[in-house]
C-alpha cells in the first residue's frame, strides 16, 4: 500500500514538473486586468453609448429617482497566452461579456508586459 502511494506521488510529482517545464518553455503569459471608474462626490457614473463605457457627471437634481452609481468596473480581464508558440488557451473578459477559449496564431497581448 504505501508503495502505491508513493508511486502515485512521484507520478504527480513528475506531471508537476513537466507541465511547469512546458509553460515555461513556451512562454506561458498570465493577464489579469482591472480597473474601475471613481467619480467624486456629487458625480455619477453614466453610461455614454449601449457599450460599457462611462463618464462622470452630475446626479439628477431629483432625489426621488434612482441614481447611477459613483463607482463601475471598466476592466476585468482573465487570459493565459502562451507567447513564444502563439497560442491562446483563454481570455475572458467580464465587462465587454467575450470569452475566448484555445486559439492558434495569435499574438499576445502587448500592453502591461515589459
Do not use: K
Request: hydrophobic share 45%; net charge neutral.
Amino acid at each position: 500500500m504505501a508503495g502505491r502511494i508513493r508511486s502515485t506521488a512521484r507520478a504527480f510529482a513528475i506531471s508537476l514538473v513537466l507541465v511547469v517545464a512546458f509553460g515555461y518553455a513556451a512562454g506561458a503569459r498570465a493577464v489579469f486586468e482591472y480597473s474601475e471608474l471613481r467619480c467624486p462626490p456629487g458625480l455619477t457614473a453614466q453610461p455614454v453609448s449601449i457599450a460599457p463605457v462611462f463618464v462622470c457627471r452630475p446626479q439628477f437634481p431629483d432625489p426621488t429617482t434612482i441614481q447611477w452609481p459613483e463607482v463601475v468596473t471598466t476592466e476585468d480581464r482573465v487570459a493565459l497566452y502562451l507567447a513564444n508558440i502563439r497560442v491562446r488557451v483563454f481570455d475572458l473578459d467580464y465587462v465587454w461579456d467575450r470569452h475566448g477559449w484555445l486559439a492558434f496564431d495569435v499574438p499576445p497581448p502587448a500592453y502591461g508586459w515589459p
